[in-house]
């Protein structure tokens, strides 16, 4: 599971121990380094490095000689004195944009290198999809979401956060597939590689797809739904998030990366009353929470009255498709029947959340 290289962080440095924590950093975030100790430095390398990591040894020598390097973003100076003051006025002379300090920041500038080799994106829009009672559909049409979107051409990424759920993986076709599932990632902690993850999940109909195998249930840790998640989000596009109804510490942690998070509803009174007091729950850990009605409709339960009745934003109506499991058992994904109804809600709600090809916000 090796990370998309491109050019090598540049250390700057003739401090050995300094030398050493920054190598051991670049190592620890998937990053390959080159390491220039003396000045001048190549004015190439200088500039096509995606970060440039200085010792503060080299302050004053790197800006000196002929003239100093050009400025550029993403310049980093390194020291280990707080209580020098002065390493605040080398950074400015030098044009770094921050002061790192080791040991305390060691975890900030692994990030700090991790993501600039990793060419960040805009975090991805994060959905979550919820079902108001058992049996909702909400996994069907988190994976219709994915589906959509990939066929948008847009970066598609599906989570499967119920461990009890029989696996999305399954409901896409794929249970077969190579690549990873949830139990290789339980025992995650930190940060989460972004490239690595995706490169080694399956990839089934354009979505990469992180679900559960067929074994035993296998706890997931809070921390491990945090980097996983994080990971997910940050080379942008989108994440949809199939979200257990249960509210566990790991189930937290995705409510807390969510974007906004559709409820699905179905169009029954005892369906009614058990969403109710699920939004009640989740109104208080979810930024954007929103109601998806399901059909079949009966007589004054539509989908703007039990929005009204649940006190939520209606997201949008679903009406029954018939042939639906019937296309999922033959190899059809959720979504994929063009002009059906869980086709057109999907298209519509990414229309609106991802106006003129950005990552936007989706508007009510």
């Known amino acids: 599971m090796a990370e998309t290289r491109g050019e090598p962080v540049l250390i700057i ?24 100790h003396s000045a001048p430095v190549d004015e190439l390398r200088w500039r096509a490095a995606p970060l440039v990591l200085v010792g503060d040894d080299r302050a004053e020598p790197l800006r000196s000689s002929r003239g100093g390097p050009p400025h550029r973003p993403g310049v ?51 959905v979550g999809v919820v079902g108001g009672r058992g049996g909702a559909g909400a996994s069907t049409l988190a994976c219709a979401l994915a589906v959509t979107a990939a066929d948008h051409g847009r970066r598609a990424v599906l989570l499967d956060g ?15 597939a190579d690549g990873l599932r949830w139990p290789a990632f339980t025992g995650s902690r930190g940060r989460v590689g972004a490239a690595a993850l995706e490169e080694s999940l399956p990839l089934l109909h354009g ?42 510490e790991s189930t937290a942690e995705a409510w807390a990366q969510l ?33 998806v009605v399901r059909g079949p409709f009966t007589a004054g339960l539509d989908g703007p009255e039990i929005a009204r009745l649940l006190g939520l934003p209606l997201a949008g109506e679903l009406p029954a498709e018939r042939g639906l499991s019937a296309a999922v058992d033959s190899g059809v994904p959720p979504g994929a029947a063009a002009g059906g109804p869980l086709a057109r809600f999907c298209s519509a709600f990414w229309e609106r959340a991802l106006p003129a090809g950005g990552r936007g916000s989706v508007a009510a």
């Open 259 to 291: 974007d906004v998070a559709l409820l699905v509803v179905p169009a029954e009174l005892r369906a009614v009353a058990a969403s109710g007091r699920l939004a009640s729950r989740l109104s208080l850990a979810v930024r954007d929470l929103r109601a």
């Open 207 to 248: 979505v990469r797809v992180l679900s559960w195998d067929r074994a035993a249930p296998t706890a997931l840790c809070p921390e491990a739904m945090r980097s996983v998640l994080a990971a997910a989000r940050r080379r942008g596009g989108v994440v949809v998030v199939d979200v257990p109804r249960g509210l566990d």
């Open 162 to 176: 119920d461990p009890l759920g029989g696996g999305l993986d399954v409901v896409l076709g794929g249970e077969s």
């Open 76 to 126: 980093l100076l390194a020291g280990r004195d707080l209580d020098d003051h002065g390493i605040w006025q080398r950074a400015v002379r030098l044009g770094a944009e921050q002061v790192v300090f080791l040991p305390d920041s060691e975890s900030w500038l692994a990030g700090r290198i991790a993501d600039a080799t990793e060419g960040v994106a805009e975090p991805a829009l994060t």
């Open 13 to 36: 440095t003739e401090d050995a121990p300094l030398l050493d924590d920054l190598l051991r950093l670049c190592a620890a975030a998937g990053a390959e380094a080159e390491v220039a």
